[in-house]
């Protein structure tokens, strides 16, 4: 059966002659690939012109019944479709399955090569016991101080690769980010303190707590011995400022270890480590109710650098405050208020902070239909009696409420301590009596607008309370008389989970590639030729990335379908 007339003329020439199927002299039958392939050009061709023709066409008017009529502007995606298909589902997603392991283990690889750079420089320029700690000026603390920053910078590097392949459409899983973060964090179980000595003051008050010496009316010199000569001298008489629950763990361990230095530093650091696998554990379900992506809340609040710098190789006690509080908010999320209570108390009992969060427990009830006064009381009744049965445990009695005011380094870089102390000197360049004054006004200040940005975000924010937790402990970290760099965590985890967008998120993001930066890794105060050193070491490391990436070529991108 020969084609009619129109397609006929599709499949001849441009000329008008009779096509190849009408060809007298050629047998009709199966076309040679030398025929086929003009053949299939000139088909196209024609589907093309009716496809670009048919969006031009404006819809025909409805008919007289009120049904519209179907013109070429509504068949026209039907044709394109059928004229031309889309890439194999078969063979995009080879490509993907290609392309995303690659990425990965790069990401793997860079971080890796960045913390045991980190572990090793930390071994001559970390934050040493005080027999073993060396001159700044000595060549091994020099190279140490180089390395370090070094690896941060790898560090760095490594979690905005991993970003960028969580913000793809081929993203990780929380169990591969999970996995990433197990490789990055090894070299660090075994290096010295880095950024910080806070772990000398937990061993010394755990030891303190377990002579049954009052933690919280004598500070680490009342205990005397090698654990209180490791403790700065700003701390050496200064009263804890930690909970029961803390204050109980540190005494666990003191008891476990025997005082052995090493030991006891390893253990903190295990601590840590705890706290940190409960992070990674609660952020994924939390992210899931606030409903954000798992992944990318996983790769904010967990795998940032101030995680595995200040958490990880500090073994701060932020760890388990944020660890239990993720699970507690989780818990009141999942319609379980009463355990939320009781856990987000004993984060509290960490680190007061974390009290804050009792709010959410008790939004989540009220917005889930609850009476408020049963469900205040309820909230309450559950706090009160996890803060007595934790503190009868411990054994420390409240001397932990007192405390809360402990005094701050003369030379935090807080907000309103930079403010008091450039008072101060204005008013005893004039000669007032006034200056003595001046810091603690700013910080009198600084808790007045914190408790005033609280009621409007509070107020603002009622049907997200978990992003406003993360804004209220923003601004108690900002505003509060002390900062240190890991204080950004406490906002940081719960905006991961819950912040609005993504420019929030990439903004939060900036912040803490800088905090990053803002700490030497022996934790004290830094000088000219220090600061020199550790810009040098960074440099370095820009200068060997660049030079692997040009050597290497960029990551192969993960496209969709």
Known sequence: MEPGPGRARQLGRRCGGPGPLHDPHRPVGVLSRAVRRPVRRRVRRPARRRVRRAARVAPRPS?????????????????RRRRFPATRPRHTGRVLAMA???????????????TACLALGGETAGALPARELLAPSSPRAVLGLVGVYFGLVLLTAAWALLGRLVGGADRPTPRALALVLAVWAAPLLLAPPLFSRDVYSYLAQGAMVDAHLDVYAHGPARLGGPLADEVAPLWQHTGAPYGPVFLALAA???????????????????????????MAAALPRLARHCGADPSAALWLGVLNPLVLLHLVAGAHNDAVMLGLLGLGLVAALGRRPVLG??????????????????????????????????????????????????????????GWIGAL??????????????????????????????????????????????????????????????????????????????????????????????????????????????LALAVLPDGGPADAGQLLLAVSGGALAVVVLWQARLAVGPAVPARTA
């Open 100 to 114: 995303h392991p690659v990425d990965l283990r790069r990401c793997q690889v860079l971080g890796l090569g960045g």
């Open 405 to 514: 005011d402990t005094p701050v380094s003369a030379q935090n870089w807080a907000l309103t301590s930079l403010l008091g102390r450039a008072t101060r000197s204005l008013l005893e360049h004039l000669g007032s009596d006034l200056a003595p004054l001046a810091v603690p006004v700013w910080h009198v200040l600084g808790l007045a607008l914190t408790a005033g940005l609280l009621a409007v975000i509070w107020w603002r924010l009622r049907p997200r309370p978990v992003y406003a937790l993360g804004l209220s402990l923003a601004a108690v970290a900002a505003f509060g008389p002390a900062i240190r760099p890991w204080y950004a965590l406490w906002a940081l985890f719960l905006i991961a989970a819950a912040a609005p967008s993504a420019p929030v998120r990439h903004r939060v993001a900036a912040v803490a590639g800088v």
């Open 63 to 79: 008919s007289p019944d009120g049904r519209a009529r179907r013109g070429h502007a509504q068949a026209a995606g039907p044709l």
């Open 341 to 398: 209570a009781v856990l987000v108390t004993l984060a509290a009992l960490v680190k007061a902070p974390a009290v804050l969060g009792l709010a959410v427990v008790l939004v989540v009830q009220l917005r889930a239909g609850r009476r408020p006064v049963p469900t205040v009381l309820a909230t309450l009744a559950a706090a009160a009696a996890t803060t007595v049965a934790a503190t009868a445990a411990a054994g420390t009695g409240y």
């Open 252 to 278: 666990a361990l003191s008891d476990l270890t025997r005082g052995q230095l090493p030991a006891g530093l390893l253990g903190m650091r295990l601590v840590a480590l705890l706290g940190v696998a409960l």
